[in-house]
């Protein structure tokens, strides 16, 4: 025997009987220091490599002799046939039982395993801060805890995978039980969830090759990826058998559930490193693979959850829709889709509904003014469309409300959401022709009838509301026309809150800018001038010691032209000619008319006032005298009233004062006698004569319509329960126009157009100097979305017009480009 071998066997001989008491649980009788001196002579004779060779060549062996034999014995036929094979026929319970007593088995190998390759690292631990160090090899901690990996996951068992047509190792059946276990377990079998934490730590603690690099753990290289395949086609499946259900809110909530418990199962059972990964399998196989087939299931997809307020199916929809798609683009279709279906179905539902019989609530209103109850009357035409306009607006708001709650409740107020529903919601109205002109009625009824003894919030309300719909219109300037029509008749008809007005037209302000509410803020200022005019003129007057405008109060609004609409102002009552109708007023008013005139014009040189008198009305006082012949009853003595009725009808039963009883009028003469057109006079004779709550003048013969040969007497025989009669007021109610109405509604509101469009074009042109007609059309179009949106024929129209005009030139060089002429 050579020196340097006499001095290695018997350290080694300590060192081997070591190693053997460690493996079979004797070392509290082995004493560490002797250990560590036998080591460090081996290493320090130059020995280490021998060393380090000796112990793997040991353990190698220990593993062949003491540790395999034992892991073979658990690899029975049984097992592999569960496993690998997957025979059928197998109960949950014995392929449990099968493969937890193998896991069992490979569990309590390794843990010894890893315990005594602890003890002899720390053993050998002169060894590894010399030799291994030095030489580069792998720690022999990582030299021998890798032998669990060679020599048991990696052995083929001698031959044994020859039953089977393809080869396999330990690692196969290891994997195979894991994986059936987790699916056991997913079909609602309780497993023993630490013993697969213990199995998935050890293939965390094993790597690919002794260098033990980072990514090449056996978990990550060889579980994992088996098991996020197994999992795929787990989901597949069940994808499949859910879709065959045919229930998408059982889906959502099944979906939902297996989310919640891979986490889970990534949390305590296998390794937090799987949880991203296992999830976005679920996401792939349960959420996007059949997304659409679910959405769209008869009954139970999103339609039938928008439809029936299913709440907590949209908000599970919403989490999971926004795990895998954040443009939500399955969720964006079908809303913006359903938003227009209902937005139509609203449109048809008007057309199918009856609206002659009035509501409830105009019933009741009916009955306040005429201070009786009279019977119910069918709606007029007119009435009818402006029920079915407030129907409408009323419907698209509540339409509106059940969105915003679904996207505040189940949507988390998504702003791709709410931007995709806005986006429907303006479409769906401007597909409707006469959205500006129902939105407009919509707050005249609000702010006229509705606000009354209401609270703030309820104001608020309103106010909030009639904003929402002014932002979805697109043809802005079309409501604009038509709200300063209905606030022009509030206002001098004091139907509405002033305050409540103004509020509105400020948020109006703060919405489209100045330019959009300058005439309704002159509206505004005209009225509290002239409030505070007839205060000075009424202070006036009493100076006077005139006895005849004593007996007659006199409330003026002096209206400016241009702020004011043409329908209130009369500029649309006109003659043949071209003349403005002047009718014919009775002396007292005239001499009154020309007593404010003077009082006026005083301190105004230069002023022009035209007397507007189909908007106004006035409080006359009636005395019916006692008829003869009747000694009882209501008739039998003097009633006295007073009579709310236009200024065309006060001319008109000024006429009755002076007539002797018995004597009538006919139509011509009434016309004659005060120049009123016959269209106004018609409507202000039938609300005096036919209405019973009104009817102050007998029309032979009665009938419910006014003709122009009819005649009128005083109704000597008027009763009312009532001292104050409220007679219909010309032009103070807002109805829908009707079709000739609204053509020329749009051919004036077409004029304005084309003034704004010129003054766009040269603002735009002085700025520039040059344009091409694309960009000149571009930015025209952009300039003026605010108000309404042009059409590029208008666009065309109005630049031909101006290079006629001279306000532009084409450039030679280029034919479809413009240069400003200054």
């Known amino acids: ?52 060779d000796s112990v793997k060549a040991f ?21 592999i046939s569960i496993a690998l094979l997957q025979t059928p026929g197998s109960s949950a319970h014995e392929r449990r039982e099968t493969g937890e007593r193998f896991l069992r088995g490979v569990r309590s190998t390794w843990e010894d395993h890893n315990m005594s390759m602890n003890m002899v690292a720390d053993i050998l631990m002169y060894l590894e801060r010399t030799y291994v160090a030095e030489s580069r090899r792998p720690s ?14 990696r052995n083929d068992l001698g031959g044994a995978s020859e039953q089977l047509d393809q080869p396999f190792v330990i690692f196969d059946i290891l ?22 934490r213990q199995i998935t730590s050890m293939l965390e603690a094993l790597y690919e090759t002794d260098e033990e690099i980072e990514n090449t753990k056996l978990y990550l290289t060889v579980f994992e990826p088996r098991f996020l395949s197994a999992s795929q ?21 099944h979906t939902q ?30 959420i996007l693979a059949k997304l659409n087939d679910f959405l769209a299931m008869e009954g139970s997809g999103m339609k039938s959850m928008i439809d029936n307020d299913r709440y907590e199916d949209l908000s599970i929809l919403y989490q999971l829709i926004s795990r895998v798609d954040k443009s939500k683009q399955a969720l964006r279709t079908i809303l913006q889709s359903r938003v227009m279906e209902l937005g139509l179905e609203i449109e048809q539902t008007l057309k199918n509904t009856d609206f002659s019989v009035p509501t409830a609530g105009a019933e009741a209103e009916e009955g306040a003014e005429g201070g009786e109850k009279a019977k119910v009357q069918p ?30 409740t189940c949507f988390n107020e998504d702003l791709v959401l709410q931007s995709a529903v806005t986006k429907s919601f303006s479409e769906f109205i401007n597909m409707f022709s006469r959205c500006s002109e129902f939105v407009s009625l919509f707050i005249d009824d609000s702010l006229k009838r509705g606000l009354k003894g209401k609270s703030d919030e309820d104001v608020e309300v309103v106010l909030q509301k009639s904003i929402v719909l002014l932002r979805y219109l697109a043809d802005r300037d079309m409501f604009e026309r038509y709200h300063q029509k209905h606030l022009a008749r509030r206002l001098l008809h004091n139907k509405s809150e002033i305050h409540i007005e103004k509020e509105l037209v400020r948020r109006m302000r703060s919405e489209l800018g100045n330019h959009f509410t300058a005439k309704f803020e002159g509206m505004f200022k005209d009225m509290e001038l002239s409030k505070d005019l007839s205060e000075n003129y009424r202070d006036h007057v009493r100076g006077l010691g005139d006895a005849d405008t004593k007996n007659i109060d006199l409330g003026i609004h002096v209206l400016t032209t241009n702020n004011w609409p043409p329908e209130v102002m009369g500029r649309s009552a006109v003659q043949d000619d071209g003349g403005r109708t ?40 009636c005395v019916f005298p006692k008829v003869p012949g009747k000694e009882s009853g209501p008739l039998s003595k003097e009633r006295r009233y007073e009579l709310n009725v236009s200024t065309y009808g006060m001319i008109v039963l000024e006429l009755f004062n002076n007539l002797a009883d018995g004597e009538s009028l006919s139509f011509e003469e009434i016309q004659a006698k005060t120049n009123i057109p016959t269209q106004d006079l018609i409507r202000t004779l039938g609300s005096l004569s036919i209405p019973p709550r009104s009817r102050v003048l007998a029309k032979e013969p009665m009938s419910k319509t006014v003709k122009t040969t009819d005649k009128f007497a005083f109704n000597v025989q008027f009763i009312s329960k009532t001292i104050k009669i409220k007679a219909p007021v010309i032009s103070s109610t807002s109805k829908v126009e009707d079709n000739e109405e609204r053509k020329e509604t749009e051919r004036k509101n077409d004029q304005t157009r084309a003034h704004v469009v010129d003054a766009a074009i040269v603002r735009i042109m002085k700025q520039r100097k040059e344009l091409s007609h694309t960009q000149l059309t571009t930015e025209v179009i952009g300039q003026l979305a605010g108000r309404f949106k042009p059409e590029i024929s208008m666009i065309k129209k109005r630049i031909e017009d101006l290079l006629v005009r001279e306000y532009l030139e084409r450039i030679e060089s280029e034919t479809a480009a413009y240069r400003y002429l200054a």
């Open 582 to 621: 002047e009718c014919i007023f009775p002396p007292a008013i005239k001499r009154l008319q020309e007593s404010f005139f003077k009082y006026y014009l005083k301190d105004r040189s230069g002023r022009v006032l035209t007397w507007v008198a189909s908007a106004g009305s006035a409080d006359v006082k």
């Open 175 to 196: 994997n195979a039980v894991v994986l059936d276990l987790i699916n056991m377990e997913r079909d609602g079998d309780i497993i023993d969830r630490n013993l697969l």
């Open 379 to 408: 709606l007029s035409a007119a009435a009818q469309q402006t029920a079915a306009a407030i129907k409408w607006v009323d419907d698209v708001l509540q339409l509106k409300d059940k969105f915003d709650n679904l996207l505040k």
């Open 59 to 79: 353990e190698e062996k220990w593993f062949r002799d003491y540790v395999l034999p034992p892991i073979a014995g658990l690899v029975s036929g049984n097992l």
């Open 140 to 153: 022999i901690f990582a030299a021998t805890i890798g032998l669990f990996r060679d020599h048991i996951l």
């Open 1 to 52: 025997m050579s020196k340097e071998n006499s001095e290695f066997n018997p350290c080694w001989e300590i060192l081997k009987g070591a190693l053997t008491d460690i493996h079979n649980k004797n070392a509290t009788r082995l004493s560490f220091e002797n250990l560590y001196r036998a080591s460090y002579k081996i290493v320090l004779r130059k020995k280490g490599e021998l060393l380090y």
């Open 257 to 286: 559930r297996r989310l919640r418990e891979e986490r889970d199962r990534c949390e305590t059972t296998l390794s937090i490193l799987t949880t991203d990964k296992i999830a976005s399998v679920v996401e792939q196989e349960l």
């Open 233 to 253: 086609d787990f989901y597949r499946n069940e994808c499949e058998r859910l879709l065959r259900e045919g229930n998408a809110s059982a889906w959502l909530r």
